[in-house]
């Protein structure tokens, strides 16, 4: 049975982690053992001659790096109904489902109750640090948290995506009540099943309990600028729904509107209230001390992928701090944020010692990513990375991934006390390549962000983007997808299109552009709106929102999502940049 969460004593949380990373070395050899103890009898293990080791070298010597795709046999055995010891000692009867976004296709990985257990702890320690700079009364979160639905595998396994998982864990209620952050929205509206439906009632629970809210967050920030950016359509009709005590015909769902009808009564004053200080803003800038004036800090995951959105969550936050969340996957958790003033673009990540076994990769072996199937990389170990270096995460779990290649680089930036502190660099995947050219997730983020620069004088931006390398033609070039919130003028996007092209500086992308081994660039804008289809057909496809980011690059995996594109573009323009 797993233990209660006990009341929350944040001194102690942040004595027994100074103490957990002052003996990182030893605390990761006692993960391990203690993790392959329990799993002693996994077949997995069995067939690489483990034979109930749990010393790291002959861990080490005897188990061989892994990806998704090297377990899915195992996975699928699971998947199925076998209930045999394949990856662990116990049998797993609950499955998690990646995102999928950057892949194109949703992943299945086992969940268990000591994942469940290594969240709180995650979430126990960066609350503690949080609540050291930020104290919080007891309040409530307008925690903008989508469960997705469950289902039955063909073996009867229950699947959900992870934190889905996690918000229905029945400790979990508990443990966010003894973090002061319980959400203000009732179970109905963060399991209702519509997407649109729970964002407008999120909103509104936020609202009824505006004076009690202590925070405003996510698990990705991209959830946050998502609900603010929806508040700008349908800020009128909360009012309106405040005002007379009764909820939207929008909403539909039976179970979410018998909820909100035991909380919404009429109220003019605070519609009143909520009317006067939205229509007293500039631009929407600062609505969310605004409309709730108690709120101590904005929380979700604000680095990689997430980091376009700063822009306008910044703008919507006005004064309050944006503070980035833990760092994990639904494969296991790895770091929490114990520097919450840093700003999310310098933060960086201490990982956890206690909570997995983990190993780097040194990027400098990865030279060439596109063979790297190829070489024979050697990890080193938690405490053996060197600052400055950049490393592929690699993950002993005790959900059964042995030595797991995540697929994330990070990069040592300095140690709290013997662990290491890791900024999230990207995925490690390419994104665009063509020739000899290298581009990642950053390059690309980069690049559009030094050519959204130019839409800034006709106050406009871009809220969303992707990138699709196109191989249709001779030579075939970069396309990026930019859906902006505006009319921009065609010199000033045929600027941002030689902008992007020039902004993409790696020597490999130049040089082949220079001999045209590289076609033009190719900026696509497509109509408003458009990005929400895509969103709509990931969560069609079982997608969380709470998990949802965005496809940076359009893939021969991605054709429905480049149809989507295809059809909504409006305008398009070739870089004269390298002419
Ligand atoms: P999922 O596939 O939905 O489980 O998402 C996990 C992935 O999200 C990780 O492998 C990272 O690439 C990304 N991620 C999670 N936490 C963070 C973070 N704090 N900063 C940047 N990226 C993150």
Redesign the pocket.
């Known amino acids: 049975m797993l233990e209660r969460v006990k009341e929350f004593n944040m001194d102690k949380v942040i004595e027994e982690f100074e103490l957990m990373t002052k003996d990182a070395e030893r605390v990761q050899r006692e993960t391990l053992k203690r993790i392959l103890e329990v799993n002693a009898s996994a077949e997995y293990l069995q067939n690489f001659g483990l034979d109930g080791r749990t010393d790291l070298e002959s861990f080490k010597s005897c188990i061989p790096l892994a990806t998704h795709k090297d377990l899915e046999p195992f996975i699928n055995r699971i998947l199925d109904g076998d209930d045999s010891p394949i990856l662990t000692g116990k049998p797993i009867t609950t499955m998690?489902l990646?995102?999928?976004?950057?892949q194109g296709k949703p992943?299945y990985?086992p969940w268990n109750d000591e994942l469940f257990e290594t969240t709180m702890q995650i979430y126990r320690t960066s609350f503690a640090y949080r609540n050291r700079e930020f104290p919080i009364k007891n309040g409530k979160a307008l925690n903008f948290i989508y469960g997705s639905k469950q289902f039955k595998t063909k073996g009867g396994l229950i699947a959900t995506?992870?934190?889905s998982n996690v918000f229905r864990n029945p400790s979990y209620k508990h443990a966010m009540k003894a973090l002061k952050s319980q959400c203000c929205s009732p179970d109905e509206v963060i399991f209702g099943g519509d997407f649109f439906q729970s964002l407008y009632c999120h909103l509104l629970c936020g609202l009824i309990f505006r004076e009690e809210v202590q925070l405003v967050c996510s698990t990705?920030a991209h959830s946050i600028v998502h609900a603010f950016r929806s508040f700008e359509q349908v800020w009128e009709e909360l009012c309106n729904d405040i005002r007379e005590g009764v909820l939207s015909s929008r909403v539909t769902v039976p179970s979410i509107r018998t909820a909100m009808s035991k909380l919404l009564k009429p109220n003019p004053e605070l519609a009143n209230i909520i009317h006067k200080r939205c229509i007293g803003l500039s631009n929407w800038y600062g609505l969310i001390p605004e409309l709730f004036p108690n709120a101590k800090y904005i929380y979700g995951?604000?680095?990689?992928?997430?980091e376009p959105y700063l822009v306008k969550l910044r703008h919507y936050a006005g004064v309050l701090p944006l503070c980035?969340?833990?760092?994990?996957?639904?494969?296991g958790w790895?770091?929490a944020?114990v520097n919450p003033k840093i700003p999310p673009e310098l933060a960086t990540?201490a990982v956890l010692p206690q909570i997995g076994y983990f190993e780097f990769i040194p990027l400098t072996q990865l030279e060439n990513e596109n063979t790297f199937l190829c070489v024979n990389p050697q990890p080193v170990g938690l405490t053996e990375v060197k600052v400055g270096e950049e490393y592929e995460i690699v993950m002993t779990t005790p959900t059964g991934l042995y030595r797991y290649r995540?697929?994330?680089v990070v990069k040592v930036m300095g140690f709290h006390n013997s662990t290491p502190e890791l900024k999230?660099i990207r995925?490690s995947s390419l994104l665009l390549n063509i020739n000899i050219d290298k581009n990642t997730e950053k390059d690309l983020q980069l690049a559009v962000e030094a050519a959204a620069k130019l839409l800034v004088e006709e106050k406009l931006e871009v809220v969303e983007f992707t990138s699709h390398v196109d191989l249709s033609k001779e030579p075939g070039n970069y396309v990026i997808f930019w859906e902006i919130n505006g009319e921009a003028s065609e010199e000033v996007l045929h600027e941002c299109c030689n902008c992007l092209d020039k902004s993409f500086v790696d020597a490999g992308y130049t040089s082949s552009r220079k001999v045209n081994a590289i076609g033009a660039l190719e900026l696509r804008v497509v109509r408003k709106g458009t990005f929400q289809k895509i969103l709509d057909h990931y969560l069609g496809l079982g997608t969380a929102v709470s998990?949802y980011?965005t496809p940076r690059c359009v893939g021969p995996t991605h054709n429905i999502v480049l149809q989507i594109l295809s059809e909504n573009v409006v305008k398009s323009y070739h870089s004269t940049a390298f002419n």
């Open positions: 998690s990646s995102s999928g976004t950057t992943k990985i995506t992870a934190t990705f995951i604000m680095t990689g992928s997430m980035t969340a833990d760092y994990g996957a639904s494969e790895i770091a944020n990540y995540l697929g994330d999230f995925r998990q980011k």
